[in-house]
């Protein structure tokens, strides 16, 4: 079992990873959301881009940030092909309009890796159009629906695989199977929202390589990148954010809300097990799994609670979210 994370007390990065899956990366083609200048999934594809993928599909809210992106790869990269989306997760009608558009690239006819990157965190109490938490939204219910809605494609892959961003955060909160949209403003917590979307990601990941593993040969894996000082939270007075965060923590009892601070990564070194969760061959052997630092996530010694590794709740939840969206996702 490869086991990346500790070399010679070097924090590894998805720059040096990539080049050593360079020939897993070659020729593939791979769809990316969430892909802004400075982000972990910018990082990511900036990183694996000179591995020469066949093609690199971009995807985002802002259509302006993931063509900055997409342009810095062109400069540095320009052998690589780049496609273009714009989709917005929060809107399960956005969700569906974008995955027709994919659907509608006939020089597609496959995608080998989806990483769904893209998500919020700890905004106000706020509550789709379509009357969805956007937390819930954004993080899960649109990469669920998005991920079904094109699996065809990542289907026709002679070797497919999901990498869905979960969170350590995800022990802010287990799914709220009778209340997940937070439908009173006064039981609203932002973080346990936001923790919530994070164990929805993980136990779909579950649900991904037990329906369509062995069928299918499909390998998902899910994966917490580690504390990385990104865009995902420009938003907030980090102080009083980082306080608000540490106070739920030590509401609910973790080690973590007495922790004085955290040791931030650069977006290059969270985005090293995004790279080692797509391209690792070892892992295939523990389908579903949960990844941090480049190794597989173990309850005895990580941040990593049963209620996003229950395969009861795992499957729980598929059927909550088919009742939700509306549609069911059989194979």
């Not at 924090?11 to 360079?22: I, K, P």
């Not at 990542?154 to 995800?170: M, T």
Request: charged letters at 20%; a negative charge; glycine letters at 6%.
């Amino acid at each position: 079992m490869t086991d990346l994370s500790e070399q010679e007390g070097i924090r590894e990065t998805a720059s040096r990873l990539a080049v050593r899956y360079s020939e897993a990366i070659k020729g593939i083609v791979i769809l990316t959301t969430g892909v802004s200048p400075g982000g972990l999934g910018a990082a990511f594809v900036n990183a694996i881009a000179p591995m020469r993928p066949a093609m690199l599909i971009l995807a985002g809210l802002d259509s302006k940030e993931t063509q900055q992106t997409a342009e810095q790869i062109s400069k540095s990269s320009p052998e690589v092909k780049i496609r273009t989306l714009e989709i917005d997760l929060s809107s399960l009608a956005a969700v569906r309009a974008a995955a027709e558009t994919v659907k509608g690239w006939t020089d597609v006819p496959h995608i080998d890796l989806l990483v769904n990157n893209a998500g919020i965190s700890a905004i106000p109490w706020t509550i789709t159009e379509e009357g969805f938490e956007k937390h819930f939204a954004t993080n899960y219910l649109g990469p669920f629906l998005f991920t079904h809605l094109i699996m065809p494609r990542i289907l026709a892959s002679e070797d497919p695989r999901i990498v869905n961003v979960g969170s350590d955060g995800h022990i802010l909160s287990p799914v709220r199977f009778d209340d997940p949209n937070f439908r009173d403003e006064s039981l609203y917590h932002a973080w346990m929202a936001y923790g919530q979307s994070k164990t929805a990601q993980m136990l779909t990941t579950m649900s991904l390589a037990e329906k369509l593993g062995t069928k299918h040969n499909l390998h998902a894996f899910s994966v917490h990148p580690g504390a990385v000082n990104t865009n995902l939270v420009a938003h907030l007075d980090w102080e009083q954010g980082y306080e608000e965060m540490s106070r739920t923590y030590r509401l609910l009892g973790h080690a973590q809300g007495w922790k004085k601070n955290f040791d931030f990564l650069t977006p290059d070194e969270g985005a090293a097990t995004y790279v080692y969760a797509a391209f690792d061959d070892d892992i295939r052997a523990h389908n579903g799994a949960y990844l941090l630092k480049c190794h597989l996530g173990d309850p005895w010694k990580d941040d990593l609670r049963a209620w996003a590794t229950s395969a009861v709740e795992a499957e729980m939840l598929w059927k909550l979210t088919e009742t939700l969206i509306g549609q069911e996702f059989r194979y």
